[in-house]
């Protein structure tokens, strides 16, 4: 078991809760490796490293090979997104004495699985003098935590009947972020019925305002900041060593920053090869790879007009070609078989914890809806690659074929005509506050993207 590299993964999981963390975490390793950002480089050649950003919340990383880049490029493809809860623009209010932060939820989420956690708020707050504000509040012992408050089950009869989608209501996801003692309930009336009146009218808002006063003192905040402000609710503390054999880990957010990071981690230990080697890390893959920061947007193939740019006797042909004829692996995560709920799987086509990496030939739904589909030869030579090296790896889908279905980023690559194979890390419990992977898988994740790299 390679523990250096688990430690270092928690600790990933643990310093990157949001996009803009990981993005920030990548470049600082990847500065240490000798990876320079593209805006400081002029020219390249064989053996150069360099990064390329969008927004802080997308990164590519490239590694200039021997071969004309024209010939292809060996590219693994993560995103960094996860599941949450998202703080609105207009957010902070008050009811009855207690101080509430309005969200929405952001991608495919149970949302009864997010009451009564204990929670943390990462992120930025962007100030109209363009000055940013970082935010992470319940991650240190000495923080405070927030929470969504659930009904108790003596009063939970109507709750209870709904389904499972319903019973908590999306606008209910609102965090406690303080409270106010109420007014006595039987107090005497006052004598002058006005200055009552004026009393009540100073007590309207005060656990609010308490609240603001403690964001303007630790953070320079304004209420008005909300309206520029990128803020994440996640489950606080950190990843865990799971099971007696501790041959599990328990965290936030492992789809799919377990692929993320075992890619990644595989590029800044592999030596310059033959092709340009690549990984690129996106956002926004959990509500359909939109934006600026997805992988459905233009980030990555402008990423590689740059890189041609900087290489000498730039042309668009040369970007088509480099981009046909690439070869990459969709690091991304698949569901690992539930032995509790063994009815929603196809058995022999699933794949299980500790069993190595999983090849996934097609993800999307039913019939193969939105699916990419990998050709036969491809997977010839990605099984070739995996025999050769030794690895652990599987074969598998995600779920029957009627029960349900995933999407990842690979069909968006594979229309620029590469070959692509989704190939990650299993995951119990995926897309749950606290989900489920295995060392064994992680490792044997790392040594294939190694691999493929130096391919």
């Not at 880049?69 to 009855?96: C, F, T, W």
């Not at 503390?237 to 377990?258: E, I, N, P, T």
């Not at 509790?340 to 999983?358: E, T």
Request: net charge negative; proline share 3%; with cysteine.
């Amino acid at each position: 078991m390679n523990d250096k590299l688990i430690e270092s993964y928690k600790a990933f999981l643990d310093n990157g809760k949001t996009e803009r963390e990981c993005v920030e975490s990548l470049i600082s390793e990847a500065e240490k490796k000798g990876y320079k950002n593209i805006d400081q480089v002029k020219s390249l050649k064989a053996g150069d490293k360099v990064y390329v950003t969008k927004f802080n919340k997308a990164i590519a990383l490239f590694q200039i090979g021997s071969e004309p880049i024209e010939k292809g490029m060996n590219i693994l493809g993560a995103h960094i997104d996860s599941p949450r809860l998202d703080v609105k623009q207009n957010p902070l209010y008050e009811k009855d004495f207690l101080v509430y932060l309005n969200t929405h939820y952001y991608g495919g989420i149970k949302k009864y699985q997010w009451v009564t956690l204990p929670l943390a708020i990462h992120g930025v707050v962007v100030k109209t003098d363009g000055s940013v504000v970082k935010v992470n509040v319940g991650e240190d012992e000495a923080d405070p935590v927030f929470c969504i408050s659930d009904i108790l089950p003596h009063l939970a009869q109507n709750q209870m009947k709904n389904t499972a989608s319903d019973f908590i209501p999306g606008e209910s996801l609102d965090l406690i972020l303080g409270s106010e003692v109420p007014p006595q309930k039987y107090a005497e009336e006052a004598d002058n019925k006005e200055d009552k009146k004026d009393e009540k009218k100073d007590e309207q808002n005060k656990a609010k305002k308490a609240v603001l006063s403690i964001l303007k003192e630790k953070y320079n905040i304004s209420e008005a900041d909300f309206l520029s402000a990128e803020l994440e609710i996640v489950p606080a503390g950190k990843s865990r060593d799971l099971g007696f054999d501790r041959s599990l880990v328990l965290g936030y957010g492992q789809d799919d920053r377990s692929c993320a990071f075992t890619s990644a981690q595989a590029l800044f230990d592999s030596a310059a090869g033959k092709k340009t080697q690549v990984c690129i890390c996106v956002d926004k893959e959990e509500i359909g790879s939109v934006g600026a920061t997805g992988m459905e947007s233009h980030f990555f193939e402008n990423a590689v007009a740059e890189i041609v740019d900087r290489m000498g006797n730039y042309s668009e042909l040369t970007v088509r070609r480099a981009l046909n004829n690439s070869l990459m692996l969709s690091s991304d995560v698949n569901a690992a078989y539930d032995p509790q709920n063994g009815d929603l799987y196809d058995r022999d086509n699933a794949s299980f914890l500790n069993g190595g990496i999983v090849f996934n030939k097609y993800t999307g739904s039913r019939g193969k809806y939105s699916a990419n589909d990998a050709c036969a030869e491809f997977v010839g030579k990605i099984r070739s690659i995996m025999d050769e090296h030794n690895i652990k790896y599987q074969m598998s889908e995600l779920g029957k074929v009627d029960q349900g279905g995933g999407g990842t980023i690979a069909y968006l690559a594979a229309k620029y005509g590469m070959s692509v194979i989704d190939a990650g890390v299993s995951v119990l419990s995926m897309h749950a506050p606290w989900e489920i992977t295995a060392k064994e898988d992680l490792v044997q994740a790392y040594e294939a993207y190694k691999a493929f790299l130096f391919a």
